[in-house]
T-cell receptor
């Protein structure tokens, strides 16, 4: 089906482990984004990508790594998970800059 | 730097009553403004947006918002609330020409029968 998907939808991990969250879009949008959603903070931008092999930091990039070898995929890796990274993570994509399309989110719990 | 303030983390209205969700922004350049809605356990969906032109913009599900530059506001309204409007609403701003959005902290709308 066309759209933007995220996997896994739910993840429990332990402090210090590496975790990768996947994001896949079928529209061939140029731009992709990763946000985290925390109570009282709304959504905060972690990283974004303007095209394959082009990425840039957002507001809260520390502790995260991204890559974009293919236009349709934009994985987010937590190199060594911490409890403060417990959050809901949303991926989004856009072609026209003013409209971003969001995935369903990944709920991550770091114990 | 741009920022967004949403007044009221929770708003409760009766079914059929007016919905008013408040959003104020700050931006050093002309802003582009957005309202997104999030239903439980789902991603965000664009309700409406203001870029240029008419300051009163209409969106989906009967919502509308008015850009008031003098008040740096972009409040969201709906004349008559429906039970299905219960959700969390986010206001967002981006500076013209930039794709990064800055979101407010959200307002949870409850609709009482």
């Amino acid at each position: 089906d066309a759209g933007i998907t995220q996997s896994p939808r739910y993840k429990i991990t332990e402090t210090g482990r590496q975790v990768t969250l996947m994001c896949h879009q079928t529209w061939s949008h140029s731009y992709m984004f990763w946000y985290r959603q925390d109570l009282g903070h709304g959504l905060r931008l972690i990283y974004y990508s303007a095209a394959a092999d082009i990425t840039d930091k957002g507001e809260v990039p520390d502790g995260y790594v991204v890559s974009r070898s293919k236009t349709e995929n934009f994985p987010l890796t937590l190199e060594s998970a911490t409890r403060s990274q417990t959050s809901v993570y949303f991926c989004a994509s856009s072609e026209r800059w003013e409209t971003q399309y969001f995935g369903p989110g990944t709920r991550l719990l770091v114990l | 730097a741009q920022s967004v303030t949403q007044l009221g983390s929770h708003v409760s209205v009766s079914e059929g009553a007016l919905v008013l969700l408040r959003c104020n922004y700050s931006s050093s350049v002309p802003p582009y403004l957005f309202w997104y809605v999030q239903y439980p356990n789902q991603g965000l969906q664009l309700l409406l947006k203001y870029t240029t032109g008419a300051t009163l913009v209409k969106g989906i599900n009967g919502f509308e918002a008015e850009f008031k530059k003098s008040e740096t506001s972009f409040h969201l309204t709906k004349p008559s609330a429906h039970m299905s409007d219960a959700a969390e609403y986010f206001c967002a701003v981006s500076e013209a020409g930039r794709r990064a959005l800055t979101f407010g902290s959200g307002t949870r709308l409850q609709v009482q029968p």
